[in-house]
Nanobody, 116 residues
């Protein structure tokens, strides 16, 4: 089954930065807007950021606006999430998917833990 492959997570101190990557295999990549989602322990998965197929427009959840930046490289079928000024409440498993999301296109995600 074709799935995206997320990477770049890890343990970081509050105020630190991480850059997540998502290799979106199995798609005609430029046919899709893409997005990042996250799921914290005990909570439902939530939207984080979205980018149009051509990269010209983006949108963010209020909780990450001004700290996170979504981008994409259509030549590499890859979408990125630059995360700065990380907070403990950003701790979650981060997933990429199309936008709107495809129900059968969830990967394993990448764990981000923000802790001192």
């Amino acid at each position: 089954q074709v799935q995206p492959v997320e990477s770049g997570g890890g343990l970081v101190q509050p105020g630190g930065s991480l850059r997540l990557s998502c290799a979106a295999s199995g798609l005609s990549f430029t046919d899709y807007h893409m997005a990042w989602f996250r799921q914290a322990p005990g909570k439902e998965r939530e939207f984080v950021a979205f980018i149009t197929w051509n990269g010209r427009n983006t949108n963010y959840a209020n909780s990450v606006k001004g700290r996170f930046t979504i981008s994409r490289d259509n030549a590499k079928n890859t979408v990125y999430l630059q995360m700065n000024s990380l907070k403990p409440e950003d701790t979650a498993v981060y997933y990429c998917n199309t936008y709107p999301e495809k129900g059968n296109y969830w990967g394993q995600g990448t764990q981000v833990t923000v802790s001192s």
